[in-house]
Nanobody
Framework: QEELVESGGGLVQAGGSLRLSCVDS????????MGWFRQAPGKEREFVTA????????YYTDSVKGRFTISRDNAKNTVHLQMNSLTPEGTAVYYC??????????????????WGQGTQVTVSS
């Protein structure tokens, strides 16, 4: 059964950096739009960033533009999220998601049908 597995979360001070990774165990990773979402305690899951199905474009929520970068390595079935200049507002569980059905891209969680288990990111002030 295909699954996504995230890694790279942890505790970091404000202003620091973390790099999250997400590995897809399936064989058709390169055909998927990929996204990262996050959910802070007591809040709804929110869109962070996404790659289009053809990897031609990326999209970011305004609050992370210029600080976060999504990248993908189709040969390794991996998508990364480089997070720089982290703030305490970035504290959340971060989820990797894939749209296997195919969707060009989506900023809505409903656009994705395969999710990882999440990785905790905690930013201390």
């Amino acid at each position: 059964q295909e699954e996504l597995v995230e890694s790279g979360g942890g505790l970091v001070q404000a202003g620091g950096s973390l790099r999250l990774s997400c590995v897809d165990s399936g064989r058709t990773f390169s055909n998927y739009a990929m996204g990262w979402f996050r959910q802070a305690p007591g809040k709804e899951r929110e869109f962070v960033t996404a790659f289009t199905l053809d990897s031609a474009r990326t999209y970011y929520t305004d609050s992370v533009k210029g600080r976060f970068t999504i990248s993908r390595d189709n040969a390794k079935n991996t998508v990364h999220l480089q997070m720089n200049s982290l703030t305490p507002e970035g504290t959340a569980v971060y989820y990797c998601a894939a749209a296997t059905n195919p969707t060009y891209y989506s900023t809505e969680s409903g656009g994705y049908d395969l999710w990882g288990q999440g990785t905790q990111v905690t930013v201390s002030s």
